[in-house]
């Protein structure tokens, strides 16, 4: 196709968009109803009250864990040289099981894990878990930040970050205070016995949350299921969040920018710098490989109880089905490997600290509900995807990405997009794999908004 055909092509497409944006409009702001999501009815009197929290898991259940452990391994040998094209690779997660049975010590990371403060308080009728760290003996103007993490993550993914994010800087007039909740359902918190609790009700749970703590304003940093759920408070609550900073930008709810994103594969260099192209270009391989990555989502979305029977009653099939996630979102090119380059990144033991948080609590069901929970008509009925987020808002892209999306695109959710950064390093889980990376572009975008 000849240059001066391209840009002719595109000067039309672009014409074309332009008319589009100047005559659409966003749709209204959705009025969501405030539910309770407790058993029962609402009670005339709310038990409002914030207490210290310590995890304490019996022995019961962790003898019954590691009889579960040894009593079979009936697993099915791998294809000869799959890695983990196949899935978790049946040779490794013979590893895991010896290292889970005979060299990981639940009472030690125990006692890690409340070596941060930890707090209970009932929203909405539920029993809600979160992590709370205040700086020590600062003269700094410290600044709320809400961590939202996804899923299969947990609370666990934000410990090596909270450090770096509460630490004082010399070249900042701030610090962090974070507040880093379990999503409702996942791990240590409550989870919902009526259907209907998605994203979009998570949004106001957790900002019930934030008020309950004092907070008028906050920021709120998240990935995978956290910048979803983010975004909706950033859109529902401009008033309230300060600023929103994503390591995953949801899919841009919007026929123009999907029409303009098709269109860029003609000339991908208008919309993406020319050295970092070939991560949203050419979209074919792209979009299959979304397609192989989200089976697990079609089933979640559709019938969560039925695979949730399977991963409640097997702790090894528990921890393939989550640590294949932490495989192939960190770095696909490791998939060649038997253990999927799993250890590249993270250790044995923090693996399976995430692992615990699900095995423990037996909230895998109710985790994976949240997608049948958001991806519905219920939720598509709202429109929120499609309205406009005026806060000011910050993106770190990480190369390994499921999905990555011009800042062009962006734009057309985020109508204050302040910084959109390329990570050097990186994937799916952003905080756990590369948290001084992802330290760093929140302290940056903080203070691109405090000096507004």
Request: net charge negative; charged share 20%; proline share 6%.
């Amino acid at each position: 196709m000849g240059l001066f055909f391209k840009f002719f092509l595109c000067s039309g497409i672009l014409s074309a968009v332009m008319f589009t944006l100047m005559v659409q409009k966003s749709p209204p702001l959705p009025q969501i109803v405030d539910e309770w999501w407790g058993e029962g009815a609402l009670p005339e009197t709310e038990d409002k009250s914030i207490k210290p929290f310590e995890i304490n898991i019996s022995d019961e259940i962790l003898v019954d864990l590691n009889k579960r452990l040894n009593r079979s391994d009936r697993t099915v040998a791998a294809l000869d040289g799959v890695g983990f094209h196949y899935g978790f690779n049946s040779q490794f997660i013979e590893t895991i099981r010896d290292f889970w049975s005979n060299s990981y010590s639940w009472k030690k990371e125990e006692a890690y894990l409340n070596s941060f403060p930890q707090f209970k308080t009932n929203v909405a009728g539920l029993d809600i878990h979160f992590i709370h760290v205040q700086p020590a003996n600062t003269t700094k103007r410290v600044l709320p930040l809400l961590l939202v993490h996804g899923w299969p993550g947990s609370f666990v993914e934000f410990l090596k970050i909270i450090p770096m994010l509460t630490e004082e800087s010399e070249n900042e007039e701030f610090v962090f205070e974070i507040i880093a909740p379990s999503l409702p359902g996942y791990g240590f918190s409550q989870a919902t016995r009526k259907p209907g609790m998605g994203a979009i009700q998570l949004a106001l749970v957790f900002d019930k949350l934030m008020t309950r703590l004092g907070f008028n304003n906050y920021y709120v940093q998240g990935g995978d299921w956290g910048s979803i759920i983010g975004t909706h408070m950033a859109t529902l609550y401009p008033h309230r969040i300060t600023g929103l900073h994503v390591n995953m930008v949801p899919m841009v709810a919007s026929g123009t920018a999907n029409l303009k994103l098709i269109l860029g594969s003609l000339w991908p260099s208008m919309l993406m710098p020319s050295d970092k192209v070939h991560l949203v270009y050419p979209l074919l391989p792209k979009y299959a490989y979304i397609l192989q990555e989200t089976g697990y989502a079609h089933l979640q979305a559709t019938k969560p109880d039925t695979i949730g029977m399977a991963l409640s009653d097997s702790p090894i099939g528990l921890a393939a089905y989550i640590l294949e996630k932490f495989a192939t979102w960190t770095d696909k090119s490791k998939m060649d490997q038997d253990n999927g380059g799993l250890l590249d990144k993270f250790t044995m033991t923090e693996l399976l600290n995430n692992v615990m948080i699900y095995w423990v609590t037996n909230s895998m069901t109710s985790a994976m509900r949240l997608y049948s929970e958001t991806m519905n008509i219920r939720t598509m009925q709202t429109k929120l995807d499609e309205i406009v987020c005026t806060v000011p808002t910050g993106v770190a892209n990480f190369p390994e990405e499921l999905f990555l999306q011009p800042k062009s695109i962006v734009e057309h959710k985020f109508g204050n997009l302040m910084s959109y950064n390329f990570m050097e390093r990186g994937g799916h889980f952003g905080a756990f794999e590369e948290p001084r990376l992802l330290a760093t572009d929140v302290r940056n975008f903080v203070q691109m908004v405090e000096n507004l």
